[in-house]
């Protein structure tokens, strides 16, 4: 079985390190990951610069882009196979919510599903690297028990019987005896993020950071910020269909309506 690996953090984050150690003795696992940190880049890719792969000491190869680019160049060229699955991860901090929008962790995940490979993206609750290496041991205890389905995955036409999958997983950040086990639960939701921050630069010039994001605000039972609070690993099966199914019946007399209007003018 072959794994790439990558992340939104960088290829010396901690985060990768552990990941790759726990699933090294698992399968061939190769790691093609940013060069620097890569957070909330989502799934942009680099179109209009050249990238470049270097091999690190340790033997990880990086990449000066962004964690969409790891995966697209490593399953358009670099590995020169397909993997049977894609990891990213683990990521410094919780992708629970809105976030997976944003997330450059769940964003390289995606980047291997929409090549038709299973992906795993996994993040830690909390800031700081608390408890990675227990985590690391959670994600492998995942990762163990797929790999023997992942032999029936054989293209995007199996996402609906289950055998090509996105998967985003949230650890907190506990001792392994601490973890109350794993629970299936959907997205949450977040308040708006806080006010963007401003400062004057040395040449005078005002300066924009964004704001940091906003505090749960769905966050009922059955939500990956529930479950998590409860001391539970969270999986999320995520999909790229982002159609509002519901309401396509409400929109269709406006197309109607407009498609009169042009009728009417030619």
Sequence with gaps: ?????????????PGIVALYEA??????????????????????????????????????????????????????????YRPDLVVSGINNGANMGDDTIYSGTVGAAMEGYL????????????KGWAHLDDAAAT?????????PTLACADGPDTARDGAHWLLNVNIPNLPRHALRGFKVARLGRRHAAEA?????????????????????????EGTDFHAT???????????????DHAVLPYWAPTASRLTQTLQGLA
Excluded at 1 to 13: E, F, T, V
């Design 23 to 80: 699933l090294k003795d698992l399968a061939d696992v190769e790691v093609v990951a940013p060069e620097h940190n890569n957070s909330a880049k989502s799934n942009a890719l680099t179109l209009h610069s050249p990238l470049y792969v270097h091999r690190a000491a340790n033997g990880f190869r990086y990449v000066n882009g962004t964690p969409a680019d790891c995966v697209h160049i490593a399953l358009t060229g670099l590995l020169g």
């Design 115 to 126: 090549f038709g490979v299973p992906a795993i993206a996994f993040s830690q609750t909390e």
């Design 1 to 13: 079985m072959k794994i790439l690996l990558s992340n939104d953090d960088g290829y010396q984050a």
């Design 196 to 220: 963007v921050i401003t400062q004057q630069s040395p040449r005078g010039d005002t300066m924009y950071w964004i704001g940091s994001a906003g505090a749960a605000r769905e966050d009922g």
């Design 139 to 147: 994600a492998r205890q995942l990762v163990a028990q797929l790999l």
């Design 229 to 243: 609070a409860q001391g539970y690993a969270t999986i999320t099966p995520l999909q790229v269909d982002l159609t």
